[in-house]
């Protein structure tokens, strides 16, 4: 089992960077592709990015390609997301999600076990 745990969320500017975290608890991070996911209010909860359990194949839906970037720290048991030149757009809770499977997936019910979230929001 996996539980995931998010950080580094907080109010920026358009422009700005952040870096989200996302540490989770158990021995078998390794063995499970991880993706973030993001819920803007009032909307649905949709697909941000994913990462395989190796590292090696990575998604991302089109309005953060070039912007952000997933990655993952096995020694670690983290997970990142990287986003840079961010737009007022890009404002919502932002979860990330360990799948049950070991290859990346764009799908939000390929993913168990969720964390609570960290709201990101970037103002004009």
């Known amino acids: 089992q996996v539980q995931p745990v998010e950080s580094g969320g907080g109010l920026v500017q358009a422009g700005d960077s952040l870096r989200l975290s996302c540490a989770a608890s158990?021995?078998?991070?390794?063995?499970?592709?991880m993706g973030w996911f993001r819920q803007a209010p009032g909307k649905e909860r949709d697909f941000v990015a994913a990462i395989s359990a190796s590292g090696s194949t990575l998604y991302a839906t089109d309005s953060v390609k070039g912007r952000f970037t997933i990655s993952r720290d096995n020694a670690k048991n983290t997970v990142y997301l990287q986003m840079n030149s961010l737009i007022p757009e890009d404002t919502a809770d932002y979860y990330c999600?360990?799948?049950?499977?070991?290859?990346?997936?764009?799908?939000?019910?390929?993913?168990?076990?969720w964390g609570q979230g960290t709201q990101v929001t970037v103002s004009s």
């Open positions: 999600a360990a799948s049950t499977y070991r290859d990346a997936s764009r799908t939000a019910s390929e993913y168990r076990y």
């Open positions: 158990g021995r078998t991070f390794s063995l499970y592709a």
